[in-house]
DNA sequence: CTTGCATAATAAACCGATTTATCGTCGGAT
DNA sequence: ATCCGACGATAAATCGGTTTATTATGCAAG
């Protein structure tokens, strides 16, 4: 056996020799052209599968304009977030017929307008891009510059060019503040923030302190942003406990982040305060964990689904030219799991449940 | 300004006619053949940059055998172990010049198999492929069918016909047994899986069975292994310890899956048992939260870094030429991080830190 | 001055599909 | 019998690079 012959793929010359018809003939059989004997289609069809024959997608993407892929970019491929929101993004495309390309910008905004051109260049259809810091960043700038169909998610305000999608971080951010000051009436809060950069992160603030001076006035908010590395972070948290005069302490606190939302757990543990009797915590962006954790934890769920959803059909839509209108904003909204870590009351802990439940 | 010549990219030959000289010199030029006057590579450079000239990489990998893709497979891009081990893997192949496409089979055979032809599609130069079942499955075999090169990870054995690299889920496992039986003495141990697909449960399966059996051959092993729906998997916990005679209940828990720690903590908690007191667990796969959670969560931490940068290597070695022998098998050692939930004694607790520490 | 050889540059073929322009055939209308 | 239009099929051009075969140039040796 030849090894150079076993491992040649057929080439549409190969099945058009194989069916006896042209390679013209075979193409149009392969993309649902009518204009073709149904005899004819059948021998392609019978020969294509004797063969084993696949259409090359690399050549057929060199002439024909007939982009079926899409491509996605995201900051960031470890946290569960992003990694959800491109299983089902992934999972929508193939059901509409796309393959999609994936790629992470690892939170660096040159590596993001890098992608979107490289996105280009493998000819996508379209584009979903989840931008590292907002909507005026180099990755959009670069989707215009090239004139591509593309859908912003996430870290993103209204904007004037693309479609943006994402969770209703303003008014989540607010319905905390419902919780913590209109229900529980706490009169200092601690909002912690692990990144400043992201848009998301912004509104989360926005949207919590607009609400919260409407409730209560006299409420006291502090801020703890920081773009630094964890160990400072943590370092920073103990310091604001320690500078604070005793009795002073917030009797809540609103970590923006999952991520910021496992720091400030680590370190309420460490300096040994009791949740939620010494402060209370509720965490933007749920995970498996928080519900299991004793005390579980409140936070607030993001739509993914409904995001991946909202984001494949707006880009759809843009790509076969059912839309065609000026760009619209897409605000999903999320839901706020009460916990034990604030507002969930005693009779509501789970208890030891027997066979009859 | 007319909007096709906007986006219309420049090509090779306007990179050629404006740095007066032919297209087959730029191509010399762009992929660094040195067969080029130093004066001729200038001004091609200069039309480069003048004209924003990118390379199509369709074209370019049309007739070109030279590949810079390598291409990445894994069951699921959701959990942290595979987005951490893309985004190593990701980092590696970029910083060693090529571009990588990475894939979810989510967990399915089929399109495992799918996916294996789609790197194919692309030509990549090399696959990475973490099986959902083992080495033994479809996508694998698609891979040799193909001739294509690639590395198995994760979820795999020795193979004679690829190299493989993973967790020494084997000798992890019996360290496990080491501590459980060796150092703590436990009789009467539960093993619970959330899936018996992966290769690598059945290999910790069988590392703490035969260790355990060493240690001392009365120890009383049970496994509560099964494939089935999220609430099935937590009847059967429920309906294991019901079963249980009372005092005969099993006085440590192996748990051999992130996924799997997560549903066994929950079920303890539900049954308001507490740990370590009366029961300890120890998880396979380690993550942030369970060194926050209370009680902390003793688990086997995997070497991601260690796998990903062994597999990568493996790969260009095979791709580059520089490794024609016969298949490796590669075993990166994990790292047993004992904390509260089983092993750490009372005084190694966390305590209140004070300024001075 | 011619020959030989190494070095550079290029025209042309090529990769594997899609698309266009051309051509042949057949049935029906004139 | 001739012409026309509809329909199917195909040869050839095309996409944008890469590679090969050929040609042109310069310089040293004979």
Aim: hydrophobic fraction near 40%.
């Amino acid at each position: 056996m030849q090894p150079d012959d076993k491992h040649r793929r057929a080439t549409i010359h190969d099945v058009a020799r194989a069916a006896g018809v042209s390679a013209a003939t075979v193409s149009k059989v392969l993309r649902g052209v009518k204009t073709v004997r149904a005899e004819n289609a059948e021998r392609v069809h019978k020969a294509v599968s004797e063969l084993d024959y696949r259409m090359d997608p690399v050549a057929s993407g060199l002439r024909g304009e007939q982009r079926r892929i899409i491509g996605a970019v995201v900051p960031d491929l470890e946290s569960p977030f992003f990694g959800k929101l491109v299983t089902e993004l992934e999972s929508l495309a193939e059901a509409a017929g796309y393959h999609m390309i994936v790629a992470s910008s690892r939170e660096n905004e040159a590596r993001e307008a890098d992608l979107a051109a490289r996105m280009n260049d493998w000819r996508v259809a379209g584009c979903i891009l989840v931008p590292v810091r907002s909507e005026r960043g180099p990755g959009a700038e670069k989707l215009l510059d090239f004139g591509m169909t593309a859908v912003l998610v996430d870290r993103v305000s209204a904007d004037e060019r693309f479609d943006t999608v994402s969770a209703d971080n303003h008014e989540a951010s607010a319905s905390v503040a419902d919780l913590l000051i209109g229900q529980q009436g706490h009169k200092h809060i601690l909002l912690h923030g692990a990144t400043r950069i992201s848009k998301a992160i912004r509104n989360r603030l926005a949207g919590f302190g607009e609400r919260a001076r409407t409730l209560d006035p006299g409420v006291v908010i502090d801020e703890l942003l920081s773009d630094e590395q964890l160990e400072t972070q943590r370092a920073a948290i103990r310091s604001y406990f320690d500078g604070q005069v005793d009795g002073h302490r917030p009797t809540a606190i609103f970590s923006l982040s999952q991520h910021s939302t496992l720091l400030v757990l680590s370190e309420i543990r460490r300096m040994g305060l009791k949740i939620p009797e010494d402060v209370a915590l509720v965490g933007f962006d749920d995970a498996d964990w928080m519900q299991t954790t004793w005390p579980s934890i409140t936070a607030v769920a993001q739509p993914v689904s409904a995001i991946a959803e909202r984001a494949l059909a707006a880009l759809l839509a843009r790509v076969e030219g059912e839309h065609t209108g000026f760009p619209v904003q897409y605000l999903e909204p999320c839901t706020l799991l009460v916990r034990q870590s604030a507002g969930q009351t005693e009779t509501e802990r789970p208890r030891r449940s027997g066979r009859s439940g």
